[in-house]
DNA sequence: TCTTTTCCTGACCATATGGTCAGAAGGAAG
DNA sequence: CTTCCTTCTGACCATATGGTCAGGAAAAGA
């Protein structure tokens, strides 16, 4: 019943309570939003008293940061599948299989990431400009080279990008409502593929590639 | 250079006051959220001393309520082009058309109501419930209707509905993020007829109508 | 064992915020 | 003009919140 007391190394404690810490704040920013989200919801829900939660992380910023910055990494390796791929079929259909899971498996971080940039990116606006704003152009680059090749019809990549993010994320963003519209349940496995399904077939074959 | 001092009728005072209180409401929750929006800065937003905002709205939540009320209606009368189309290519072009003029009008009505949804709809899970499960439910049936006529793909109603939801709303609730990636600049009317062009093309390719 | 460093936390503080209220100001009605 | 009702607002209040700090507990190092 009760947990082995071994004696935890400084090392393991510190990874231990930030990622708790951080597992609790991504939750509660995701439900609350950054105005909304309080130090003590959050330390609540670590576990710890709030004066803890300001040992590891200084203000409330200092930790929201570090959760937005966590989710743009999950988002930009979800990419990797889109690159060393033939042609669009099988390198954006593994770029929607990819976002739908992380939809799926992250939906708070998905939330939290969308709040920000609903209010205007006031953390992470340097990153939209740098690390997005280049990687954007990289794969409407490689969209283009499709697109000259005569592997798909030719769209705006940017705008397919768009698509792409819209469409996907909308699956944890709006989880709620969609959760609502399915008479109150969360979508089952069977649902999932079907969306999953879905969203391919209809944007695949909205790029000429079915 | 001063406006005229005719006195206003009591009605007047009313309704002017409203809506410009409502106004400014909706663009500081857009901004801040809901727990990041505060009364002062509606009322500085719109002019007025903070007392008189609670003379019209009683409490912050009354304020906020009408505010995303005011949205949906905005919301529902967008489907009203789909009806009494002849078909798919017809009705869905019209919809997709009439949400993206909501976006590009509407931005922060729109970001609104997805920071509503995402934590959860807290003030509107009834009209989820109800109206917006009504609505989905008749626009599904149209759409079945036309897959079994023959007009369109066959795909799932549901999903082609989220998939309209999230792409035109996109342009909305992410303008910011597609803003940074344009260069800093906000979409001119090429670049917006544009991004019209491209979800209309796509998404009616997709479900087999182009 | 003794010292040092890190971790932990209850109590506390300054500030900001939603909301209240008494009373002034100004149209409406007679 | 007088009365009545709506509109308006500065001053005020209770509370919640982000953040601080002194000192205790516990692990690391010598």
Redesign the interface.
């Known amino acids: 019943m009760t947990e082995p007391p071994r004696p935890l190394k400084r090392t393991e404690i510190r990874a231990m309570n930030e990622t708790l810490i951080l597992q609790a704040a991504e939750k509660v920013f995701?439900?609350?939003?950054?105005?909304?989200?309080t130090m003590q919801l959050i330390a609540d829900m670590a576990g710890l008293p709030k004066a803890n939660l300001h040992y590891y992380f200084a203000t409330k910023e200092d930790l929201y940061r570090r959760v937005v910055q966590n989710i743009f990494e999950i988002w930009l390796h979800a990419a990797d599948s889109m690159d060393n791929a033939p042609g669009p079929a099988e390198g954006i259909g593994a770029y929607i299989d990819a976002k739908m899971e992380i939809s799926r498996r992250h939906p708070d971080g998905s939330?939290v990431w969308?709040?920000e940039?609903?209010?205007?990116?006031p953390v992470i606006?340097d990153y939209?400009?740098t690390t997005?704003?280049d990687w954007?152009k990289g794969r409407a680059a490689l969209i283009q080279r499709w697109i000259d090749e005569g592997k798909m019809?030719p769209?705006?990549p940017?705008?397919?990008l768009?698509?792409l993010?819209?469409?996907t994320?909308?699956?944890a963003?709006?989880g709620?409502?969609?959760q609502?519209?399915n008479g109150?349940k969360p979508l089952s496995d069977r649902q999932w593929k079907?969306?999953k399904d879905?969203?391919k077939?209809?944007?695949l074959?909205?790029?000429?590639v079915a």
């Open positions: 995701a439900e609350a939003g950054f105005g909304g989200a939330k969308a709040s940039v609903m209010h205007g990116a606006q939209l400009e997005l704003r954007t019809a769209v705006n940017d705008h397919l768009y698509m993010w819209a469409t994320q909308h699956y963003d709006f709620h409502q969609i609502t519209l109150g079907a969306a879905s969203v077939t209809m944007i074959r909205g790029i000429g």
